[in-house]
C-alpha cells in the first residue's frame, strides 16, 4: 500500500491532525511573544469580525492569534491534506469551512460557491474569518476571493504574519516554515484594507494589491522581529498566556 493510500484513512488522518495540533501548542507554550503593534488587541476591537488574510505555508501558528473571547472560522481546502489541516484546526479551537479559491479571476469554483456562502454566513453570526490570500501553487500572489468577500460582507481585511525565530523552511512551492520550539514568537499586523460595496473592477484590482503589499510587508516584519533585526521593536518576554486559547 502507498503512503499516499495510507494516509486517506480516516484514522491516520485524525491522529496526524491531533499529533500536529500538539506539536503547535508545544512550540507556543515554549516560546516567549511578541505583538506589532503592541496594542493591536485594543485597536482592532471596533472592527471585529474581521477578515483575517494570511500566506500559504506561513499560517500554522496563526490559531494562536486568537483570545479566548474570539470566535474565529477559516477556510480549509477540501483536498485530503486539507482534513488534517481541519482536524487540528478544531483542537485548537478554530472552526474550519471546508472549500477553496482558485488560480483564475473567478473564485467561485471548486467548492468556493459553498465556502463563500459560509463565509459570508459567519461573518454575519461574529465570527472572524481567516483565510490564505494567495492562490494555490501561486506562493506570495494575492487572489481576488479574499477581496470580493470584503466588498460582499462590508468588514476589513487585515493582513497577519506570524514568525518564529527557529524554524525549518520547506522546499515547496508556499516554502511552508515548520515552526520550532523554543523561539521567539512574533505576531504582526497590517493595517486594514477596506473594499466599498460599489468597488469597480479596478478598485477591486487595487485592494488585491494592497492585501499584497500588506502581507508581504508584515511577513518581513514578523521576520525582522523575530530574528533580532527591527531595533525598533521593544521586545517584552512575554509568557505565551497573553492570547492562551481555552
Do not use: C
Amino acid at each position: 500500500m502507498s503512503l499516499r493510500r495510507f494516509v486517506e484513512y480516516p484514522w491516520v488522518q485524525k491522529t496526524i491532525g491531533v499529533v500536529a495540533a500538539e506539536y503547535l501548542r508545544f512550540v507556543w507554550h515554549t516560546s516567549s511573544l511578541g505583538l506589532d503593534p503592541p496594542d493591536f488587541y485594543e485597536t482592532v476591537k471596533p472592527d471585529l469580525p474581521a477578515i483575517v488574510a494570511m500566506w500559504h505555508g506561513q499560517h500554522f501558528m496563526m490559531p494562536f492569534l486568537k483570545r479566548h473571547q474570539h470566535r474565529v472560522k477559516v477556510l480549509i481546502s477540501r483536498h485530503r491534506d486539507g482534513e488534517i489541516n481541519a482536524i487540528a484546526a478544531s483542537r485548537l479551537g478554530v472552526l474550519p469551512i471546508r472549500g477553496s479559491g482558485t488560480s483564475g479571476r473567478d473564485f467561485l469554483k471548486k467548492g468556493g460557491v459553498a465556502g463563500f456562502k459560509q463565509m459570508m454566513e459567519a461573518l454575519r453570526e461574529g465570527y472572524n474569518v481567516a483565510l490564505t490570500a494567495d492562490i494555490p501553487k501561486t506562493a506570495r500572489v494575492a487572489g481576488r476571493g479574499i477581496v470580493q468577500l470584503a466588498r460582499a460582507s462590508g468588514r476589513p481585511i487585515y493582513p497577519v504574519a506570524v514568525a518564529t525565530s527557529r524554524y525549518i523552511e520547506l522546499n515547496t512551492w508556499d516554502r511552508s516554515a515548520i515552526n520550532l520550539p523554543f523561539s521567539r514568537f512574533v505576531i504582526a499586523v497590517g493595517e486594514p484594507v477596506r473594499v466599498a460595496a460599489s468597488a469597480d473592477d479596478d478598485a477591486v484590482e487595487d485592494a488585491r494589491g494592497r492585501v499584497e503589499a500588506g502581507l508581504n510587508a508584515t511577513t518581513e516584519r514578523a521576520y525582522a522581529i523575530a530574528e533580532g533585526r527591527a531595533k525598533d521593536f521593544n521586545w517584552r518576554r512575554r509568557r505565551p498566556g497573553v492570547t492562551q486559547l481555552a
